[in-house]
C-alpha cells in the first residue's frame, strides 16, 4: 500500500491522518497515512528513512516547512514565493515541493465561507510563515488592496519588499503596524496569522478595523472561540472562522497532488468542525 504522513515537531496532535483517511474511503483510494515526529535536528534523515521505506510522500508542518523547500529537489513557483513548503512528493528518486496553505486558505475562504475576495480589502495580521505563505493566493484572487499589518513593523515592510521584489502585489501590497490601521476604511477580511492567538493577549488593532460586513479569520483551528475571534466579535466583526477549512483544503490539494483525485472536503470540514462558542 502506498505510504504517506505528516511530519512534524510536535505532530501529535495532528488531524492530517484522520482527514487523509476519510478522503481515501470516499475517492477508493488504496493508502496509508500517518504522522511521523522527526527530533528537531533530524528532518532530512527522517525524510530520507521514509523515502528509503517506500513513501511516497509528506505533508510537512511546524517548525520543518523551510527545511523542506531546502530539501527538495524541484520547488514550485508558490513555495518559493512563500520560502516555504509544506507537501513533499517522491518519485523515482526525485524529491518535489509545493505549498498549498495559501490555495487552501482561499478556497476555504472564496467557496466554502462564500467570501469573494476580487475588489475587497483584505488585512493579515502578522507578517511570519503563517502571512507569508499566504499573500501570493491572496494576491492571485484580485482584491482591492492586501494590507500586512505587524508588530513588528521593519518584518511586515521586509515581507512586503520581499514580494515586491518578486513582481507581486505592486499597487495593491501594502505594510504598517497596528496603530497605523486607525481612521483606514474596513476590512472585509481579517486574517489573523500571528501567534498571538495562542498566547491569549489581545492585538492592539484600532476601532475601525472591524465591520458588520467583516469576515474574521483565525488561521489555528480547533479552539473554539479564540482570543482573536473574541476581539472581532466585541469589535462588531460580522462574521467569524477558524482555520479548520484551510486545513481540510490544503489537504484535499495534497490529496490531489500525490494520487490525481480531489477529494469533495465539505462532509470532512462538517465532520470535524468544532462550534465556535
Ligand atoms: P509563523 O511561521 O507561525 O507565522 P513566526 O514566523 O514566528 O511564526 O511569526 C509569528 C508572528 O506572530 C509574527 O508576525 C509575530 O509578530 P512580530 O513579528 O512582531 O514578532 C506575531 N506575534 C507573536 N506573538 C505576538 C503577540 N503577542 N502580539 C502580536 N504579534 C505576535
Redesign the pocket.
Known amino acids: 500500500m502506498d505510504r504517506y504522513a505528516v511530519i512534524g515537531h510536535p505532530v501529535g496532535h495532528s488531524k492530517s491522518p484522520l482527514i487523509h483517511a476519510l478522503f481515501a474511503q470516499a475517492t477508493g483510494q488504496a493508502l496509508a497515512y500517518t504522522a511521523i515526529e522527526a527530533p528537531l535536528d533530524g528532518f532530512a534523515a527522517t525524510v530520507d528513512a521514509f523515502r528509503a521505506a517506500g513513501g511516497r510522500g509528506l505533508n510537512v508542518t511546524?517548525p520543518f516547512k523551510l527545511e523542506a523547500c531546502a530539501y527538495a529537489d524541484e520547488v514550485s513557483e508558490r513555495a518559493r514565493v512563500a520560502g516555504a513548503a509544506n507537501a513533499l512528493a517522491f518519485d523515482g528518486g526525485r524529491c518535489r515541493a509545493d505549498n498549498f496553505d495559501g490555495v487552501g486558505l482561499v478556497r476555504d475562504l472564496q467557496v466554502n465561507l462564500g467570501q469573494p475576495l476580487a475588489g475587497r480589502r483584505v488585512l493579515v495580521?502578522?507578517?511570519?510563515?503563517?502571512?507569508?505563505g499566504a499573500l501570493q493566493p491572496l494576491l492571485q484572487a484580485g482584491p482591492d488592496a492586501v494590507v500586512v499589518a505587524?508588530?513588528?513593523v521593519a518584518?511586515a515592510e521586509a515581507l512586503v519588499a520581499a514580494l515586491q521584489a518578486l513582481g507581486l502585489g505592486r499597487e495593491k501590497l501594502a505594510a504598517c503596524g497596528y496603530a497605523d490601521l486607525a481612521g483606514q476604511p474596513p476590512f472585509d477580511v481579517v486574517i489573523n496569522?500571528?501567534?498571538?492567538s495562542l498566547?491569549g493577549?489581545p492585538?492592539p488593532l484600532p476601532s475601525g478595523v472591524f465591520a458588520p460586513v467583516t469576515l474574521a479569520y483565525d488561521m489555528v483551528y480547533g479552539q473554539g472561540l479564540t482570543p482573536f475571534l473574541r476581539q472581532a466579535r466585541a469589535a462588531g466583526a460580522g462574521r467569524l472562522a477558524d482555520g479548520l477549512g484551510m486545513l481540510v483544503e490544503q489537504a484535499a490539494e495534497s490529496f490531489a497532488w500525490w494520487r490525481g483525485v480531489r477529494p469533495d472536503t465539505r462532509p470532512v470540514i462538517e465532520r470535524l468542525a468544532t462550534p465556535l462558542t
Open positions: 511546524l495580521l502578522g507578517a511570519g510563515g503563517a502571512a507569508r505587524n508588530r513588528s518584518k496569522a500571528t501567534a498571538a498566547g493577549e492585538l
